[in-house]
């Protein structure tokens, strides 16, 4: 059985108010929704919250909830939403912690290339930084969280052609400069 079905058969277990069918759903998507939040949000603690509301809002309102679109598109459009509407109540905006972009430990014997590789990982992490958000949030979506075009155009409710272009304008940025830090450490 694919995920899909799998996830198609949750909803009405959740409207027949099986937790272990909400559990499921958590376990499944959890982790990933809270990556995808943490996009917007730059706050993992905040992101997790936010991913949390909506599991709960899923939870109180299974009764009257309509889906129109799969649970897994559902579930991504509503934590977007929960998060872009937490920002635009956020005073300050907030960015990703440098020392959450940290790799596995340093061993002793390849100290000098874990420091270089962790110093590109940060070189280019700050690159991707620089682009304009909705650029950047397509960006990451593709590159870091393996979205699709139609599941990014989806997601944002945009075109597909848009996602390629988006896309397209984020790689003619950044090769020039990853380009450029990689002749910078040989």
Same mark, same amino acid.
């Given at each position: 059985?694919?995920?899909?079905?799998?996830?198609?058969e949750l909803?009405?277990r959740?409207?027949?108010?099986d937790?272990q069918?909400?559990?499921?759903?958590?376990e499944?998507?959890?982790?990933?929704l809270c990556?995808?939040?943490? %996009?917007f949000m730059?706050?993992?603690?905040?992101?997790?919250e936010l991913?949390a509301?909506?599991?709960y809002?899923?939870w109180?309102?299974?009764m009257?909830?309509k889906?129109?679109?799969s649970l897994?598109?559902?579930?991504?459009?509503?934590?977007?939403?929960?998060?872009l509407q937490k920002?635009?109540n956020?005073?300050t905006?907030?960015s990703?912690p440098?020392d959450?972009?940290?790799?596995?430990?340093v061993?002793?014997h390849n100290?000098?290339?874990?420091?270089t590789?962790r110093?590109?990982n940060?070189?280019i992490m700050?690159l991707v930084?620089?682009?304009?958000?909705k650029?950047?949030?397509?960006?990451?979506?593709n590159r870091?969280?393996?979205?699709?075009?139609?599941?990014?155009?989806?997601?944002?409710q945009?075109?597909?052609?848009?996602?390629?272009?988006?896309i397209?304008l984020? %790689?003619k940025?950044?090769?020039?400069?990853?380009?450029l830090?990689?002749?910078?450490i040989?």
């Amino acid at each position: 059985m694919n995920d899909n079905s799998e996830e198609n058969e949750l909803l009405p277990r959740l409207r027949g108010g099986d937790e272990q069918a909400l559990s499921q759903l958590m376990e499944r998507h959890f982790v990933p929704l809270c990556c995808f939040c943490d %996009l917007f949000m730059g706050d993992m603690a905040v992101s997790e919250e936010l991913v949390a509301d909506v599991f709960y809002t899923i939870w109180s309102k299974r009764m009257t909830l309509k889906i129109h679109t799969s649970l897994k598109s559902y579930l991504y459009t509503a934590v977007k939403n929960k998060a872009l509407q937490k920002k635009r109540n956020l005073s300050t905006s907030r960015s990703v912690p440098l020392d959450s972009i940290t790799s596995e430990a340093v061993d002793s014997h390849n100290a000098l290339t874990q420091l270089t590789l962790r110093e590109l990982n940060c070189d280019i992490m700050n690159l991707v930084q620089t682009l304009p958000e909705k650029r950047r949030v397509i960006f990451e979506l593709n590159r870091f969280e393996s979205f699709t075009y139609k599941e990014i155009a989806t997601l944002l409710q945009i075109s597909e052609k848009t996602v390629h272009n988006q896309i397209s304008l984020a %790689l003619k940025y950044l090769r020039p400069r990853v380009s450029l830090l990689l002749n910078n450490i040989s």
